[in-house]
């Protein structure tokens, strides 16, 4: 039987560059001899893509925080069950673009829902599944704003006020100040290049 896979996430605010760096950091892992899957939340499964749809659409009400929180665990117990946990066990490496950080940061911060709301679902939906490392990709929250503007799909989360923004930020840098050692910091707001040199560094202890 294959040696379990290793499981990274990428989190980070807005425009920071996760979603460009993926492919990125899939060859290099398959440069070193792994299997990549590479996936993202919400979503990843048919079931968690159509719980993302209700999640990031605009209804022309309020969406309650405590429903957003929900939502995204629901989305998450699938993909964890169906995707990611198979994956791991066939032994391959698992790239996802978001994971349990990002509902610390945006629900738990950002919502005002506080970490013990996050903390219980975390322990009902996940069964002790966590990202063995955590790339959070760091950049002033204005410059993230900016580069969202082009993007040709926008989301709620794209709208909100920069304070709501400046909260997921100091949440995730909290974070990864209490582990450093599961957590790597990626300065991303460099040119590609440099960016790139960072990830490589984030996982040279074991590449």
Known sequence: MSARGRFIA???????GKSSQIGFLRDLITAAGHDVTVTREPGGTPLA??????LLADHGEPMPPMTELLLMFAARAAHC??????ALTRGEWVLCDRFVD??????????????????TLERLALDGLKPDRVLIFDLPVAQGLERTRGRAERNRFD??????????RAAYLERAAAEPD???????SGS????????RDALGDWL
Do not use: M, N, T
């Not at 893509?49 to 209700?54: F, H, L, N």
């Not at 709208?159 to 997921?168: G, I, M, N, T």
């Not at 599961?182 to 991303?188: E, P, T």
């Open 10 to 16: 990428l989190e980070g605010v807005e425009g920071a």
């Open 49 to 54: 893509e159509a719980i993302r749809g209700v």
């Open 81 to 86: 069950r169906q995707r990611i946990e198979p």
């Open 102 to 119: 990002a509902s610390y940061a945006y629900q738990g911060a950002a919502r005002g829902l506080g970490e013990e709301a996050v903390a």
């Open 159 to 168: 709208d909100e006020a920069e304070a709501f923004h400046e909260r997921v």
């Open 182 to 188: 599961r957590y790597r910091v990626i300065d991303a």
């Open 192 to 199: 590609v290049d440099e960016v790139r040199a960072g990830l």
